[in-house]
């Protein structure tokens, strides 16, 4: 399998913050980029799955559900005066 190509990015976070992620990522057994790469793919396969939830409800919606039955006589018969 290819290795996926990988860019640098640069990110500030707060001193405690660094040193608890480095505590965590020696845990872990990884890095703080582990960290954040994991991190980041998990935020974006969750909203990639929401989207294509949401692009399904959506469509559910605008085709409606067939319920059975039929379709009601016009208000002005079953209202005659």
């Known amino acids: 399998m290819a290795r996926a190509q990988k860019q ?4 500030s976070l707060n001193v405690r913050t660094i040193q608890k992620a480095k505590l965590l990522a020696a845990r ?13 793919e998990a935020l974006v396969g969750q909203d990639e799955a929401y989207e294509s939830a ?9 085709r409606g ?17």
């Open 28 to 40: 872990r057994s990884t890095s703080i980029s582990g960290l954040l790469e994991e991190q980041i």
């Open 65 to 81: 559900l067939h319920l059975g039955g039929s379709a009601l006589p016009p208000r002005e018969t079953l209202h005659e005066r």
């Open 8 to 11: 640098n990015v640069t990110v």
């Open 54 to 62: 949401r692009r399904r409800a959506v469509d559910l919606m605008n």
